[in-house]
């Protein structure tokens, strides 16, 4: 055993103390047994916090062995996870007593699978580092911590020794210092024939129209053929048919991009007889410098000619396209600063491109802009969707313009012909389509009725509030086809059912393919009880079967609409739309002068003090509660409205830009003006003061955000989305000032755009973009570090093994197991010094208590021995009772005798040990009186004189 003592010069006190108490002791005796024992006790407290503040530590030597196993469980060797945990777990069954052994599983990073113990079974704890990388040295690390104090140590390392992150070299002075047993059982796999793609090189940065090279490189351990494809997004670029050497293959393929932003690139290789498709695809990125990049979208009737003069005399990039071609994925959105929706309906954008629009503006900061035409804003389809969401107004009329409730009743031929199909749907499946379009459009205090006829009719939806939706499209959904065509029957009990209705507005709509056995000449006195009764009337013909000379006069006397149409999806549409026109108030043509109502920056150049021209008519909508509202109708509707939405900004334009409403404001001299200050309003300003920077960590991208400038209140979020449909959102955390970071695990492969921003008291400050590409992991790469193993082997004196039976073999150099006394005595201090004051508080006197604790065992004692003597006696007059023995004069003479001998003996032992405790008493009262006498005395010694005086007292 060794002692070491850390603080050495705390011990010069102990002798002091001692001096101090044995001065004490001499002073101030004599003292009672009971001051002695507190005078003891506090000695020993005192030596014992110098004993621990002195920092002791014991080293006893023993064969202290810990032996924790390291194994590899990264992709390059999988398949040999299981196999390790029973080389492991038989390894563990035969350690030997008393050993310690734990289990550490790793790949990128090291997990826990067994904590140190004695246990001689190996439950694993289902622990899953990250298996796309090889960290060696992070894994010696963890078990170097896993080590206790003292003790021998050995390291068992079960892997290929194919590292590609960290330096297993770099533990050797560790394990040489620590004199640690380093064991390696290195796994030996056969690679089959393998081709890849290591590398893909392009430019950080390129201009617009500028050509580049994109460099590929390709490994292989084989000679082949293989075809070589490149792709931009979800265009290929290129594809080559190549000779693949043994070894390293580099190919080169040009490019150029027509559009700004972030463009992801993917590489393929397809190669005969490879044995390992997970590296054959490859990922990068460059960002490409450019002009605001806009995407005008046009409408079936929309015409965006003056749009696109005014947007290329500003120095824009347009790009033109239908809005059947519309965007369908978020990635496609994003090469676009902004987007102008000119007059689109909604059923003609794609399902992607409604599905992404919401995140395109809210989370990556685009811009969206619409322009009014008959097939926008409610017209248009957008009532309850993501268009409504992103866009500053509200498709419907609500306040003081708030539409009054109105009664629909729809009539519709369910006859013979109405089976017949467009596009693989029948008419009458699009009539029923059609019919709950124009339900959704209605409100609560709204009324339906639905009729449905051949040569009969049927009333389907009786004239009720429109309540429960869904029961009404079930009603809708059961109608079935048969008989053939009598319209008059059906339109006279429509009448009948819409005069029943307290609704103000009450509009009937006839659909059908066919001709009616009725002349007009039978239609007269009905519409005029149309007419009469306020009921309009719009008229739907099916395809050139239907008689639309009839319909057509019907729906001009009913004061209505009427449609043809030969294309059976248009049913629906029309549907929906003439539930909106039968209030009479979405279209509003009637020409009138804008309000300006706020001085926005859209104004900015535009001189209004002059006044503005006028418009000839809009769509009616109403404006949102965040919204700013800039020009207003004469109805006091929204004519130019603006909000941010997210970290986006949207701006609605409730009229043209065709000219038929706005040919006033095309020819203004300030017009253009408007109408870009209109579209780069929307165009995201990006922070300058930032720094955003993305890297690999395993599965993992690491966010970096810099900025020294960000406010202390601020906070740093962002989303991101990757090609293939992944999205997500992420916090930022600050590690540093200026410094943020997170991590955000991805699943797949490829391209991702990650949005960053800065937020203040919920508004945005800064938003920030950039790319990303999530690679295949390194363990698929040839890896050529597997040699490290042999070094590592040699430097540390360690070997190889092949059994676990050779796992504890070898002796290891007995250690010493350092321990530290410090926290043991303190507590022993504290305890002895919780006792004391317990001890005083309590007024406790222990020799008192002891003494008469053997007093009492005394008397005890000498019951029993009284006891003893009176059944002595009783048996032996019962004896001589018995022997009828009479004893003599003398016998008994002498026995009475023995008796008061041994009473009186009794007597004055008990005589005296009273008289000894009452002389005690009074001894400890005297002493005690003494030192009250002595202590008063103190306060008065200054005013003694004689020498005598200060003696006696």
């Known amino acids: 055993m060794k002692i070491e003592i850390g603080n050495l010069y705390f011990l010069i006190l102990i002798p002091v103390i001692f001096a101090f108490m044995y001065y004490s002791y001499k002073k101030y005796k004599p003292w009672s047994r009971n001051e002695i024992f507190i005078f003891i006790s506090r000695i020993v407290i005192f030596t014992l916090l110098i004993l621990a503040f002195g920092n002791i530590t014991i080293n006893l030597k023993g064969r202290n062995i810990s032996t924790v196993f390291l194994l590899d469980v990264s992709d390059s060797i999988g398949d040999f996870e299981e196999s390790g945990k029973d080389f492991i777990n038989t390894a563990i069954e035969n350690i030997p007593s008393g050993n310690k052994a734990a289990v550490v599983l790793f790949g990128d990073n090291s997990k826990i699978d067994k904590v140190l113990n004695k246990k001689k079974t190996y439950k694993t704890l289902n622990e899953n580092p990250v298996t796309t990388a090889t960290n060696i040295q992070e894994a010696v690390e963890s078990a170097l911590s896993l080590f206790e104090r003292g003790g021998s140590k050995r390291i068992v390392l079960i892997t290929d020794g194919e590292e590609n992150q960290g330096d297993i070299l770099k533990s050797i002075p560790l394990i040489n210092e620590q004199k640690i047993d380093f064991k390696v059982y290195k796994v030996s796999g056969e690679k089959g024939n393998e081709v890849y793609v290591d590398s893909v090189k392009v430019p950080d940065n390129i201009a617009v129209g500028e050509e580049f090279s994109v460099s590929i490189d390709i490994r292989s351990n084989y000679a082949t053929d293989a075809k070589l494809t490149l792709f931009s997004g979800r265009n290929k670029v290129g594809e080559q048919e190549v000779k693949i050497q043994k070894g390293k293959n580099t190919f080169v393929f040009k490019d150029k991009q027509a559009s700004g932003g972030f463009k992801g690139y993917r590489v393929l290789i397809e190669a005969a007889d490879d044995t390992n498709k997970a590296n054959n695809e490859y990922s990068t990125f460059t960002n490409v410098m450019d002009k605001p990049n806009i995407l005008i979208i046009n409408g079936i009737k929309g015409d965006s000619t003056a749009l696109e003069g005014i947007l290329s005399n500003s120095g824009a990039n347009i790009k033109k396209i239908t809005a059947s071609s519309s965007p369908s994925t978020l990635n496609e959105l994003l090469e676009y600063k902004t987007i102008v929706l000119n007059d689109v309906h909604r059923d003609d954008l794609t399902n992607g491109f409604m599905n992404n629009i919401e995140a395109y503006v809210k989370d990556y900061g685009g811009g969206l802009i619409t322009f009014g035409g008959e097939d926008s804003y409610a017209l248009g389809g957008y009532k309850d969707t993501s268009l409504e969401k992103v866009l500053p107004v509200y498709m419907d009329k609500r306040g003081k313009n708030e539409v009054p409730a109105i009664s629909i009743n729809l009539i519709i031929d369910k006859s013979g012909s109405m089976s017949a199909e467009g596009g693989g749907v029948s008419k009458l499946t699009l009539a029923k389509e059609a019919a709950m379009k124009a339900l959704e459009n209605l409100r609560e205090v709204d009324e339906i009725s639905v009729i449905a006829f051949d040569d009969t009719y049927d ?128 279209i509003i043509n009637e020409e009138f002068t804008p309000k300006i109502l706020s001085n926005h920056e859209i104004l900015s150049g535009v001189k209004t003090s002059d006044g503005i021209p006028s418009l000839l008519g809009y769509i009616g909508t109403s404006i949102k509660e965040n919204a700013v509202e800039i020009l207003s109708s004469s109805h006091d509707e929204p004519i130019l409205a603006a909000m941010q939405y997210g970290i986006g900004r949207t701006v609605s334009f409730t009229s043209d830009i065709n000219g038929q409403w706005s040919k006033n404001y095309l020819t203004w001299e300030y017009g253009p003006q408007l109408i870009k200050n209109m579209v780069y309003f929307t165009i995201p300003k990006y922070g300058e003061d930032g720094y955003l920077n993305i890297i690999q960590e395993g599965n993992e991208a690491k966010i970096e955000f810099y900025n020294d400038k960000i406010s202390k209140d601020a906070t740093v979020n962002g989303v991101f989305n990757g090609e293939n449909g992944e999205e997500g959102s992420f916090e930022l955390s600050q590690v540093e000032p ?84 410090t926290t043991p005595l303190l507590l022993i201090a504290i305890l002895l010094l919780m006792l004391d004051i317990a001890y005083r508080r309590l007024n406790f006197n222990l020799v008192s208590f002891l003494n008469k604790k053997k007093l009492k065992i005394k008397k005890d004692k000498k019951i029993k021995e009284k006891e003893v003597l009176k059944d002595s006696k009783n048996s032996i007059t019962e004896k001589t009772s018995k022997s009828n023995e009479v004893p003599t004069s003398n016998v008994i003479l002498e026995e009475k005798q023995a008796i008061r001998d041994k009473a009186k003996a009794e007597l004055s032992e008990e005589i005296k040990k009273e008289a000894k405790k009452e002389k005690s008493n009074k001894k400890s009262n005297k002493t005690s009186k003494n030192e009250e006498k002595k202590s008063s005395s103190i306060d008065t010694s200054a005013l003694l004189k004689k020498k005598s005086d200060r003696k006696k007292i």
């Open 738 to 821: 200026g410094k943020f970071e997170a991590k955000v695990p991805l699943s797949s492969l490829g391209f991702y755009n990650f949005s960053v921003r800065e937020e203040e008291s919920g508004e945005v400050k800064n938003t920030y973009k950039g790319a990303f590409a999530l690679q295949y992991s390194d363990e698929y790469k040839f890896n050529t570090n597997a040699e490290k193993l042999d070094v590592i082997v040699k430097e540390t004196k360690g070997s190889f093994i092949n059994k676990p039976e050779e796992v504890f073999e070898g002796k290891l150099e007995r250690d010493y197991k350092k321990i530290n006394l």
């Open 459 to 586: 009333v389907v939806v009786p004239l009720q509030k429109v309540g429960n939706k869904d029961e009404i499209k079930e009603l809708i959904s059961g109608i079935e086809i048969r008989g053939g065509t009598s319209i008059f029957p059906a339109l006279q009990k429509g009448y009948e059912m819409q005069v029943e209705s307290s609704a103000k507005i009450k509009h009937t709509i006839l659909l059908t393919d066919g001709q009616d056995g009725y002349s007009f000449d039978n239609y007269a006195s009905l519409l005029q009880g149309f007419n009469d009764n306020n009921v309009t009337l719009s008229t739907v013909a099916v395809g050139e079967g239907a008689n639309s000379d009839l319909l057509a006069q019907l729906a001009s006397i009913g004061r209505g609409r009427s449609y043809y149409t030969d294309i059976y999806t248009d049913i629906p549409r029309i549907f929906a739309k003439e539930v909106l026109l039968s209030a009479g108030t979405y």
